[in-house]
């Protein structure tokens, strides 16, 4: 029942799961690893099944979502499953108009633009995303001691879409509102906050063992505009997990220079995108948080020995770290050979 607090975790999963220790800062014999959009485009099974289904509709269905999150973990032996659905669905589940358009990202019928706009956008409960704690439960029953890796987007890259209508390479009318209105822009932010903790509490309490906050567009702000606009939100929604026995992820894409910032919001491993190493990362972030990446996306294309190199370096920088999870530095993209990220796996687990 939705409604009855956490479901029953996989007893001393936490102590046996490499994702889970590395998260906490643990050791593990090697690093564990999984792949952001590790399901999707780049595996013809998904295609298979996608094909006909609208992107939405798709993540609905309790019973698709089970099997596609279940398809790159049979195929790669992953250390972890993600949660198979999109950051706009909680929004759509709130009866935003948003679709998603295959080849282009999430699209809105009617971007936000003053306080009118606001007036839709209220917390997610259970009852609006029924096929979410259904496909939790189904996937716990299929996943043996791999965890489940539950997400949401954070409150700046949601509004992004919703005051773009759509992606944007500059952000413009987002941070034009950001500087010109600033209590609409909290408002705003504080209401997003709202909306992704009540999308991560229903994932949560369905038995979810880490969850994911992806502020991917967070990388468009410098250090003090985030501090300011963007941080009090980001660490409101984390505060409400701090003590729900899940680690929490925080990765956004070109945030070198805001991972202390994003460290101090209240994550318990950050991510890292490609551009910088893992060592200075670490550096960054400070103690007492676990690092995760960060291996080039298009690292898949180089020859082997270039790529086994890459993976190498990856791995010593993330030695420096106080727990290192091995993914790449931003999602999987669709070209990729999946025969190559089997063989990363085999890579950083024989390392
Ligand atoms: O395997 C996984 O990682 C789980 C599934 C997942 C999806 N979206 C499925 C999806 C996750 C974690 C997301 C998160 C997401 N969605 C983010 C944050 C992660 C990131 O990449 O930075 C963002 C920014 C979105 C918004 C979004 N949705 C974009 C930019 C796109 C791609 C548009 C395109 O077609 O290139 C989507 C669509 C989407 N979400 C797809 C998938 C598998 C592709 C749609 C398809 O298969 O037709």
């Keep these: 029942d939705a409604t009855v607090g956490p479901g029953p975790r996989r007893p001393g999963l936490a102590e046996r799961a490499p994702l889970l220790r590395a998260a906490r800062r643990e050791p593990t014999d090697v690093a564990p690893v999984w792949f952001m959009r590790q399901a999707g485009r780049a ?40 949660f198979y659905s999109d950051i706009v669905v909680p929004l759509v589940a709130i009866g935003m108009g948003v679709d998603i358009v295959a080849g282009v990202g999430p699209v809105v019928a009617e971007p936000i633009k003053d306080a009118a706009g606001l007036a839709a956008l209220r917390s997610v409960e259970p009852d609006d995303v029924p096929y979410v704690h259904d496909a939790v439960r189904l996937l716990l029953a299929e996943l043996g001691d791999t965890p489940l ?14 005051v773009e209508g759509g992606p ?17 822009w909290h408002s705003l932010l504080d209401r997003l906050a709202d909306v992704t903790i009540g999308f991560l509490r229903v994932q949560v309490d369905a038995g979810i063992d880490a969850l994911q906050l992806f502020d991917s567009w967070a990388g468009a702000l410098d250090e003090g505009d985030y501090r300011r606009y963007v941080a009090p939100h980001s660490a409101k929604v984390l ?23 994003m460290g101090e919001v209240g994550a ?23 690092l995760q990446g960060n291996l080039d996306p298009t690292a898949v294309f180089a020859p082997p020995d270039v790529l086994a190199e890459k993976v190498r370096d990856v ?36 390392a």
Excluded at 173 to 179: D, F, Q
Excluded at 324 to 342: M, R, S, W
């Design 239 to 261: 505060a409400a997990f701090e003590d729900a026995g899940v680690p929490r992820i925080h990765f956004g894409v070109n945030t070198g220079e805001l991972l202390t910032a």
């Design 43 to 82: 595996l013809p099974e998904y295609r298979a099944l996608r094909a006909g289904v609208p992107m939405l509709e798709s993540c609905q269905d309790a019973a698709l979502v089970t099997e596609i999150t279940l398809q790159p973990v049979r195929r790669f032996g992953t250390d972890a499953a993600i």
């Design 168 to 184: 944007s390479k500059t952000h413009a009318k987002t941070k034009r509102l950001m500087y010109t209105a600033p209590d609409l």
């Design 149 to 162: 890796i539950g997400f949401a987007g954070a409150p700046f890259t949601l509004a992004s879409y919703l």
């Design 268 to 290: 318990d491993v950050v991510g890292v995108d490609w551009r910088l190493g893992l060592d200075e990362a670490a550096r960054r972030v400070g103690p007492g948080r676990a």
């Design 315 to 350: 791995l010593l920088r993330g030695s420096k770290a106080e727990g290192h999870i091995f993914n790449l530095g931003h999602g999987v993209i669709p070209e990729t050979d999946p025969g190559v990220l089997a063989h990363i796996v085999d890579l950083v687990h024989g």
